[in-house]
Structure formats: structure tokens, C-alpha cells
Nanobody, 124 residues
Framework: QVQLVESGGGAVQAGGSLRLSCVASGNIFSVNVMGWYRQAPGKQRELVAT???????NYLNSVKGRFTISSVNAKNTVDLQMNSLTVEDTGVYYC??????????????????WGQGTQVTVSS
């Protein structure tokens, strides 16, 4: 089982910055993709940014140039630096990790884990 612990959410005024962090722990053999999603009140969860093990990144169009995702593979961590925040960035942000775990008996299986979510509130 893989656990994700997020930190760094909070309240900020428009134009401000926040940095979210996520640490994955457990019998992780390898990580394929790490990412951040968000869900605003009354809206569906949407992908904000992802980063693959080789370092390829993908961003939601509305955050390009403002948000930066980064990871440290050896530590199974993924961060999201958010600059020039707007009211539209308000929501609960979730960390997501895809990879492979090593179970008893040297059995390897895929996993897809989610964090508990961290609130980001941007005021005008």
C-alpha cells in the first residue's frame, strides 16, 4: 500500500504564491507519473500538472507559465510551485502517483494512489 502526504496549502491573496509538496511512502519499486489535480466547489476534478519519471511535464492550459511541477525520484516527492495565483485557482488540490509496488514474494503490481487533499484559497 502506498500512502501520500500533502502539505503546503493555505490562503493567499490574488497574485501571491504557494508551494505544495507531496511525499509518497510504502514498498514503492518505481514511480511512473506524479501529478497534481484540483477540484473547485461544484466542479469536477481536473488535472493541473503531471511529471513523468524521465522528467516530461504536462500542464493545464490556464496554469502554464504560472505553475511549475518538479519531483525528486529518489525521494518519491513531487512539488507544485504556484505563482501569480488567481481566484480561479481556488480548490482542493490532490496529489496522485502511479507506479509499481513490490509485494511479498517479489510480486510486483501497479498502484494508483491519491492524497487526502489540501485546500488552496485565493482571495481577490
Amino acid at each position: 500500500q502506498v500512502q501520500l502526504v500533502e502539505s503546503g496549502g493555505g490562503a493567499v491573496q490574488a497574485g501571491g504564491s504557494l508551494r505544495l509538496s507531496c511525499v509518497a511512502s510504502g514498498n514503492i519499486f518505481s514511480v511512473n507519473v506524479m501529478g497534481w489535480y484540483r477540484q473547485a466547489p461544484g466542479k469536477q476534478r481536473e488535472l493541473v500538472a503531471t511529471i513523468t519519471s524521465p522528467g516530461n511535464t504536462n500542464y493545464l492550459n490556464s496554469v502554464k507559465g504560472r505553475f511549475t511541477i518538479s519531483s525528486v525520484n529518489a525521494k518519491n516527492t513531487v512539488d507544485l510551485q504556484m505563482n501569480s495565483l488567481t481566484v480561479e485557482d481556488t480548490g482542493v488540490y490532490y496529489c496522485n502517483v502511479h507506479g509499481i509496488v513490490r509485494r511479498a514474494g517479489s510480486v510486483f503490481s501497479p498502484f494508483d494512489s491519491w492524497g487526502q487533499g489540501t485546500q488552496v484559497t485565493v482571495s481577490s
